[in-house]
């Protein structure tokens, strides 16, 4: 079972930066996908994709984050990041590390949440 635990969610201003941290059981350099969700606050809304890293370090990101937030590893420090950088208030969400296997298997982590307001 793998464990993760999110840090560094919080107010900004909007052209402001925050950077996620996402603390895992395992070592960060596991032979897994490696990426962070996010979860807007409207009701029924689906948790999106906003930042992956292959086990190759292959990153993706979606038209929206893109140019903007960069997902990185620090092996010494055994922490995933997401740095994110000209917030608007559309990134306002729940942001959720996630680990994934080549099985399909996720894991996820409690949640840190990103508010970007004036």
């Known amino acids: 079972q793998v464990q993760l635990v999110e840090s560094g969610g919080g107010l900004a201003q909007p052209g402001g930066s925050l950077r996620l941290s996402c603390a895992p059981s395992?070592?960060?350099?596991?032979?897994?996908?490696m990426g962070w969700y996010r979860q807007a606050p409207a009701t029924g809304s689906q948790r999106e994709l906003v930042?992956?890293?292959?086990?190759?370090?292959?990153?993706t990101y979606p038209d929206s984050v893109k140019g903007r937030f960069t997902i990185s590893r620090d092996v010494a420090k055994n922490l995933l990041y997401l740095q994110m950088n000209n917030l608007k208030s559309d990134d306002t969400a729940v942001y959720y590390c996630?680990?994934?296997?080549?099985?399909?298997?996720?894991?996820w982590g409690q949640g840190t949440q990103v508010t970007v307001s004036s």
């Open positions: 395992i070592s960060i350099s596991s032979h897994l996908f």
């Open positions: 930042a992956e890293i292959t086990p190759s370090n292959i990153t």
């Open positions: 996630n680990f994934r296997g080549w099985d399909g298997r996720h894991w």
